[in-house]
């Protein structure tokens, strides 16, 4: 069958399975590798989210060493004036011939030199070396910042790749089902079961609750990797712009989502509340009252309704 060969290419199924469970193996492979898919996506995110801080970082650090070049610059076109008024009036002060100097460092470090400088030049050297040695500070941070940014870059790139390979594995092992069982796979997927919320109970909170209705106008909107709405969303981009449209600015990354409030017991959630799931909280979803989240579940199956024990519950936090 095309389904064993690919699961075999895959490093999938136990050796020896019944030709009967292949399907249900396969569609096993399929719902792991949406995980994992799903784990690097938040890598990608956090990547991502890092090289754009950084990139904010390093343009304000650029701005201060050109701020920085161009008060040294003042200071030595003062200087050279003043030294154009000496020179005229009958020669340059030696010291302040080395305030001009590229290394004033190498002068002002002489102390038996210091009698020879007026308390005004003095001055003026001191701001000088002071200056010079500031800026040096704030190239080298900016090199930092640009050898990090350049590591974020490429472990966006990493993750990118891994969630592609991911994705295309888990299509691959679909394809290879038979149609019956791939169409019954992806009705499944699909969520077109609307529970009844009228039971759900009070929202934690006013944005809670706007939240929550942003997040009800996201039903049926194609998941897609690394999308943050509004016309398509991952689990978290989900999650960051139905808080986005209460007014309220969530973190990129599930992991950082579960943080973001106040943990409370899954038995006292209410609707509104930020459900994670697995150990590493790599998938997230908006708690809708009556036992059920919405969510955006993985590659083919839109936003939708789910029941709340759908995954292990890692937390419940109220923002």
């Given amino acids: 069958m095309a389904a064993a060969s690919a699961a075999a290419a895959l490093g999938a199924g136990p050796a020896g399975a019944a030709p009967q469970d292949e399907p249900a193996e396969t569609k096993a492979q399929v719902d792991r590798l949406y995980e994992q898919a799903e784990q690097a996506t938040e890598a990608y995110n956090k990547a991502g989210e890092r090289a754009g801080r950084l990139r904010t970082e390093l343009r304000a650090t650029q701005d201060q060493v050109a701020r920085g070049q161009e008060r040294i610059n003042?200071?030595?076109r003062a200087l050279g004036l003043l030294a154009g008024a000496q020179y005229r009036s009958g020669g340059v002060d030696p010291a302040l011939a080395l305030m001009l100097s590229s290394d004033p460092d190498s002068y002002l470090d002489r102390a038996g030199t210091l009698d020879r400088i007026s308390s005004r030049n003095a001055g003026e050297l001191t701001r000088l070396r002071t200056a010079q040695r500031d800026l040096a500070q704030e190239r080298s941070e900016a090199r930092r910042k640009l050898a990090d940014l350049d590591a974020s870059r490429k472990a966006v790139a990493r993750h990118k790749h891994t969630v592609e390979d991911k994705l295309a594995r888990a299509r691959q092992l679909l394809n290879s089902l038979p149609d019956a069982d791939r169409a019954a796979y992806e009705r499944s997927s699909r969520g077109d079961e609307r529970p009844d919320l009228t039971g759900a109970g009070p929202a934690a909170s006013g944005r809670a609750a706007a939240a929550l209705a942003a997040a009800r106008s996201a039903l049926g909107k194609p998941y897609v990797w690394g999308a943050s709405g509004p016309s398509s969303f991952d689990c978290s981009g989900l999650m960051q712009w139905s808080y986005a449209q209460a007014g309220v600015g969530l973190p990129r990354t599930s992991q950082a989502q579960r943080y973001a409030g106040r943990q409370v017991p899954l038995s006292q959630a209410r609707p509104g509340d930020l459900v994670a799931y697995g150990s590493d909280a790599?998938?997230?979803?908006?708690?809708?009252?009556?036992?059920?989240?919405?969510?955006?579940?993985?590659?083919?199956?839109?936003?939708?309704?789910?029941?709340?024990?759908?995954?292990p519950v890692s937390s419940v936090t109220r923002v």
Avoid: K, L, S, W
């Avoid at 919405?294 to 709340?308: N, S």
């Fill in 74 to 76: 003042e200071m030595r």
């Fill in 282 to 311: 790599h998938h997230i979803g908006i708690y809708a009252g009556n036992g059920q989240v919405i969510h955006a579940p993985h590659p083919g199956a839109p936003v939708r309704y789910d029941p709340v024990g759908m995954m």
